[in-house]
C-alpha cells in the first residue's frame, strides 16, 4: 500500500456511522480481490490503483459513488440498473439502497484487474 492503513482507517472513521458498515465492506471487497493494489487516498478519497488503472470511492452527503472513471465500463450497468444513479464515470448508491455486490465486483475487476 502506498499510503498508511491509518489514512484509510481515518476516513473510514468519518464516514457516517449509518453508511460506515457499507464503505468498509465496499474496501475490503475491492482489496480482497486485488490484494497487489496499491491503496492511497487520491482527490481526498480511496483509490485503488494497480496496472496502470484505477478505481476509487466516496462517501458524499447521499450516497456512496464508486468511480471507474468510464462511461464505457458502466454501461451496460446503467442500462440493467436504471433504478441506480450514475454519473459519467460513476455509480451512486443511496444509503437505502443494497449495494450490488456482484455488479460492483465486475465494474471494479474490469477496471483494476
Known sequence: MSQEPQ???RYLAR???ARR???LALHGLILSLFP???VSLGHRMPTYRLGGQFVAWASTQRHLALYTCSAERIAGFRARHPEIEAG???LRFRDRQRLP???VI???HRRVG
Open 101 to 103: 455486490h456482484p455488479v
Open 88 to 90: 459519467k464515470g460513476c
Open 7 to 9: 489514512v484509510i482507517a
Open 15 to 17: 464516514v457516517p456511522a
Open 36 to 38: 497487489q493494489a496499491s
Open 21 to 23: 458498515e457499507r464503505a
Open 106 to 108: 465486475r465494474q471494479t
